[in-house]
């Protein structure tokens, strides 16, 4: 192979050169194939080589690929906000396009802490987030998330913000009812909010799924409503993380509709153009938005390529594919059937300690020991070992290990494209039953 001048996640490893994709299979240029068992990076939900979406990009192309922003606005820019606006739940209207969830995330933290300002309430720039949680990779993001292992080489750059625990079920107190644990976790905020202090907290941010540092953590019911409560009472706002778990995802359109509430701000990336091309964006109520129009009139936010007209037709015939597809329902029903074949994986296998999720958002969580539910050391890389044995055995899985070392065991997520066959996702378990046998047998070793 020709030498590469191309920086890799891992320096030094050769990877595959893929050549093509087709619904939920990626081909590499050796002609192998691969089930794309997460969609990428849980981003490719309508699945690959899509028709419609390649013609709705040539039409666009044809007629404008970019206009700057601070010029032009767009027909496909208009309708896109629109058809989010459709979608979203409450007041949330308005949408800031970026390219990537990190740029979503920290759009969101700057139009709050904006909102709190343009009320004469300065002091109000802290965001309050969760150990476990990832909202991006970019420094503000990164201040946010609780990956410690994306973390831990530039604490001393992050800015200071509080972290709470986050809702982790299968590691409550013995003997705590899910409805209890539901109301400790979320008081946590109540405590952080008045230890910081309500006049220094702009917002609590959150994934309504856990994703990439706990895989597929979903709240117990409850949890997300005494949120709300308390963002309510401190007059905090309340940042719903969806670029995961949004767009169908979880088998609903955004991941918080689960629990009905009503968020302050959204934010989106991953499936709203998946994969396509790379969009994203931060939703805002009419209140904020009105707030920030009737004072300074501008948002101190934004990036070259933010609403080009290219990529917003691009995000736009994706929603359009999913409402058309029923892809959120889907989403659903296909997910608890790829659920309940991963509790029986789970069930079998001696090294699963949990297989948990949401619509297509799954997620399996290793552990030395089933019944003291010890996590493996992550040295031992379990996590990674059967990422690599799915890899060479033609699927793809996504890791999910947040570093929490003794905390957490090292998880990965299963999340198909949300087109997936039942034939389709019995092809997936076997393939990864295979995969966690190897790791099994390595492990005794
Ligand atoms: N927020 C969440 C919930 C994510 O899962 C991710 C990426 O995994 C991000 C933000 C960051 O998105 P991006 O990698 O597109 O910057």
Same mark, same amino acid.
Request: glycine share 10%; hydrophobic share 40%; aromatic share 8%.
């Given at each position: 192979?020709?030498?590469?001048?191309?920086? $890799?996640?891992?320096?030094?490893?050769?990877?595959?050169?893929?050549?093509?994709?087709?619904?939920?299979?990626?081909?590499?240029?050796?002609? $192998?194939?691969?089930?794309?068992?997460?969609?990428?990076?849980?981003?490719?939900?309508?699945?690959?080589?899509?028709?419609?979406?390649?013609?709705?990009?040539?039409?666009?192309?044809?007629?404008?690929?970019?206009?700057?922003?601070?010029?032009?606005?767009?027909?496909?820019?208009?309708?896109?906000?629109?058809?989010?606006?459709?979608?979203?739940?409450?007041?949330?209207?308005?949408?800031?396009?970026?390219?990537?969830?990190?740029?979503?995330?920290?759009?969101?933290?700057?139009?709050?802490?904006?909102?709190?300002?343009?009320?004469?309430?300065?002091?109000?720039?802290?965001?309050?987030?969760?150990?476990?949680?990832?909202?991006?990779?970019?420094?503000?993001?990164?201040?946010?998330?609780?990956?410690?292992?994306?973390?831990?080489?530039?604490?001393? =750059? =992050?800015?200071?913000?509080?972290?709470?625990?986050?809702?982790?079920?299968?590691?409550?107190?013995?003997?705590?009812?899910?409805?209890?644990?539901?109301?400790?976790?979320?008081?946590?905020?109540?405590?952080?909010?008045?230890?910081?202090?309500?006049?220094?907290?702009?917002?609590?941010?959150?994934?309504?799924?856990?994703?990439?540092?706990?895989?597929?953590?979903?709240?117990?019911?409850?949890?997300?409503?005494?949120?709300?409560?308390?963002?309510? $009472?401190?007059?905090?706002?309340?940042?719903?993380?969806?670029?995961?778990?949004?767009?169908?995802?979880?088998?609903?359109?955004?991941?918080?509709?689960?629990?009905?509430?009503?968020?302050?701000?959204?934010?989106?990336?991953?499936?709203?153009?998946?994969?396509?091309?790379?969009?994203?964006?931060?939703?805002?109520?009419?209140?904020?938005?009105?707030?920030?129009?009737?004072?300074?009139?501008?948002?101190?936010?934004?990036?070259?390529?933010?609403?080009?007209?290219?990529?917003?037709?691009?995000?736009?015939?994706?929603?359009?594919?999913?409402?058309?597809?029923?892809?959120?329902?889907?989403?659903?029903?296909?997910?608890?059937?790829?659920?309940? $074949?991963?509790?029986?994986?789970?069930?079998?296998?001696?090294?699963?300690?949990?297989?948990?999720?949401?619509?297509?958002?799954?997620?399996?969580?290793?552990?030395?020991?089933?019944?003291?539910?010890?996590?493996?050391?992550?040295?031992?890389?379990?996590?990674?070992?059967?990422?690599?044995?799915?890899?060479?055995?033609?699927?793809?899985?996504?890791?999910?290990?947040?570093?929490?070392?003794?905390?957490?065991?090292?998880?990965?997520?299963?999340?198909?494209?949300?087109?997936?066959?039942?034939?389709?996702?019995?092809?997936?378990?076997?393939?990864?039953?295979?995969?966690?046998?190897?790791?099994?047998?390595?492990?005794?070793?």
């Amino acid at each position: 192979m020709q030498r590469s001048y191309v920086i $890799k996640p891992e320096l030094g490893k050769e990877y595959p050169r893929v050549s093509h994709g087709k619904g939920i299979y990626l081909y590499d240029t050796s002609g $192998k194939r691969y089930i794309d068992g997460c969609s990428g990076a849980v981003t490719a939900s309508i699945g690959h080589g899509v028709e419609e979406i390649a013609e709705a990009m040539a039409e666009q192309a044809r007629k404008v690929s970019f206009a700057y922003r601070s010029h032009f606005s767009s027909e496909a820019v208009e309708e896109l906000g629109a058809k989010l606006a459709e979608w979203a739940p409450g007041e949330l209207n308005w949408s800031f396009f970026v390219n990537s969830g990190s740029e979503a995330t920290e759009t969101a933290q700057k139009i709050a802490i904006q909102y709190w300002q343009e009320q004469g309430r300065p002091s109000k720039t802290r965001m309050i987030s969760r150990w476990m949680s990832y909202h991006g990779i970019t420094m503000g993001a990164l201040s946010m998330s609780g990956h410690v292992l994306r973390r831990k080489r530039f604490v001393p =750059l =992050l800015a200071d913000y509080p972290a709470i625990s986050p809702p982790y079920p299968y590691r409550r107190p013995d003997g705590m009812s899910l409805e209890q644990y539901a109301r400790l976790c979320a008081d946590e905020l109540e405590t952080a909010i008045l230890r910081v202090g309500p006049e220094q907290v702009a917002a609590f941010i959150a994934e309504p799924v856990i994703g990439a540092s706990g895989g597929a953590v979903v709240p117990p019911d409850g949890y997300f409503q005494r949120i709300r409560e308390i963002c309510d $009472k401190y007059d905090v706002l309340f940042i719903a993380d969806e670029v995961m778990t949004g767009v169908g995802r979880t088998g609903e359109k955004f991941g918080i509709d689960h629990w009905g509430v009503k968020p302050d701000l959204i934010t989106l990336g991953k499936g709203m153009s998946a994969g396509y091309t790379p969009m994203a964006a931060a939703m805002a109520t009419e209140k904020i938005i009105d707030t920030i129009t009737r004072g300074s009139g501008l948002i101190m936010a934004g990036h070259t390529y933010s609403a080009n007209p290219q990529s917003a037709a691009v995000s736009l015939a994706v929603l359009r594919y999913v409402e058309a597809h029923n892809l959120v329902e889907k989403a659903a029903v296909q997910g608890a059937y790829l659920l309940r $074949k991963l509790r029986e994986l789970a069930d079998e296998s001696p090294l699963i300690g949990e297989a948990r999720g949401l619509g297509l958002l799954c997620g399996l969580e290793f552990v030395k020991d089933k019944r003291t539910k010890e996590p493996f050391p992550l040295s031992r890389g379990v996590a990674a070992r059967v990422i690599s044995r799915a890899f060479e055995n033609g699927l793809l899985v996504y890791p999910a290990t947040g570093g929490l070392e003794g905390v957490a065991g090292d998880s990965v997520i299963l999340s198909p494209p949300l087109t997936i066959t039942t034939e389709e996702i019995d092809e997936l378990v076997d393939l990864l039953k295979k995969s966690v046998q190897r790791v099994q047998e390595e492990m005794r070793q």
